[in-house]
């Protein structure tokens, strides 16, 4: 009931933009409230604070009257949302990655402080003290794909033993010239879209594992799993592929060479 809720509360919002001849992108400077945001209100998806919906709204070029109706809509659609166990979606199971892992046919991947799960070396893993994937074994599967967005601060950050970043640099690069693997790296020099305190990976749209420094927790909530979604297609956006990718990689692994020689 509730997303049926949250559809007709976002085909209502629309209709009011549209009949305005404003864009998402106008609603959005307004309001103060990121352009993917106002995207996701529309279609119906719950976003985490109910505020941000009545922004939205307030934004929009229609009578306190017209709102009215609006954020009724609000209230009901989200008084649901409000009641639902904090915990619900949630899970702290051990070693759920690497069973999302072995059958996702889809996998996206963001890291900000290290290098992504899915690329580690056996070496690198080791001498950082995290773990491993097995994913990797799956690369040659071309009916998956695989996606990773990884900053440059974090392809810069070693572990004690610096000598496995040569060695680990490689191994990230030549994983982004397998066909069905898309690297992206985000310069330094570019803003984050969205800043997240963890990293994570999304398996087929269906649950994000955050890997915390004791544990793993797994999202299940569709709403939030919609939430990390959006917030990969918003980092992979301003990061590099291909060849400058490539070429950022080979710049990085030119300083640690100097740095451990």
Request: negative net charge.
């Amino acid at each position: 009931m509730t997303k049926e809720k949250l559809r007709s509360l976002g085909v209502a919002i629309r209709k009011v933009r549209r009949e305005a001849k404003w864009s998402g992108r106008e609603v959005a400077r307004r309001s103060g409230v990121p352009q993917a945001t106002v995207s996701r209100v529309e279609n119906g998806q719950r976003v985490d604070d109910v505020n941000t919906v009545e922004r939205v709204i307030a934004a929009l070029p229609i009578s306190s009257d017209a709102a009215g109706p609006l954020l009724a809509k609000v209230r009901d659609a989200y008084s649901e949302v409000e009641n639902r166990r904090a915990d619900a979606g949630v899970s702290l199971v051990r070693d759920t990655a690497r069973r999302w892992e072995k059958i996702a046919i889809t996998v996206r991947e963001f890291q900000s402080g290290m290098v992504p799960r899915g690329l580690r070396s056996p070496e690198y893993a080791q001498a950082a003290d995290v773990s491993p994937s097995s994913i990797v074994d799956r690369f040659g599967d071309t009916g998956c794909g695989f996606g990773f967005v990884v900053t440059e601060g974090a392809l810069r950050t070693w572990p004690a033993d610096g000598a496995v970043m040569p060695d680990q640099l490689d191994r990230v690069a030549r994983a982004g010239e397998l066909p069905n693997v898309r690297l992206g790296v985000v310069p330094w020099s570019v803003p984050l879209p969205v800043m997240l305190p963890h990293g994570f990976s999304v398996f087929d749209d269906e649950a994000v594992v955050v890997e915390t420094f004791t544990a793993q927790m797994t999202i299940t909530e569709p709403d939030s799993v919609a939430a990390y979604v959006d917030a990969y297609a918003q980092l992979e956006a301003v990061a590099v592929t291909g060849d400058e990718a490539a070429e950022l990689l080979a710049r990085i692994r030119r300083d640690f060479e100097e740095l451990t020689h």
